[in-house]
Nanobody
């Protein structure tokens, strides 16, 4: 059974920084990703990282967010800098596997102006 547990969310002022973590149980996953869902909006892709460290970002976060992972700890991170009010959302980690696509429960990030 795959389990993903996010942590690190909270409240921050615009321009501030937050670091999210996603701890995964089970095998080391080939691709892990972050998504987010703002109030009243659809869930959207934020960034993903491959097992060997290849990364890809949504244009809206490029240059401000950095995704990373520690395979030894089976944990993925999202360092978010220069946060904007429009970054306010629930952030979810995600991984596709041969048995299905798994999601964490989400962690709230609120950015005040």
């Amino acid at each position: 059974q795959v389990q993903l547990v996010e942590s690190g969310g909270g409240w921050v002022q615009a321009g501030g920084s937050v670091r999210l973590s996603c701890a995964a149980s089970g095998s080391i996953f080939s691709i892990m990703a972050w998504y987010r869902q703002a109030p009243g909006k659809q869930r959207e892709f934020v960034a993903h990282i491959t097992r060997v460290g290849g990364t890809y970002y949504a244009d809206s976060v490029k240059g401000r967010f950095t995704i990373s992972r520690d395979n030894a700890k089976n944990t993925m991170y999202l360092q978010m800098n220069n946060l904007k009010p429009e970054d306010t959302a629930i952030y979810y980690c995600n991984t596709p596997t041969t048995t299905g696509i798994y999601w964490g429960q989400g962690t709230q990030v609120t950015v005040s102006s």
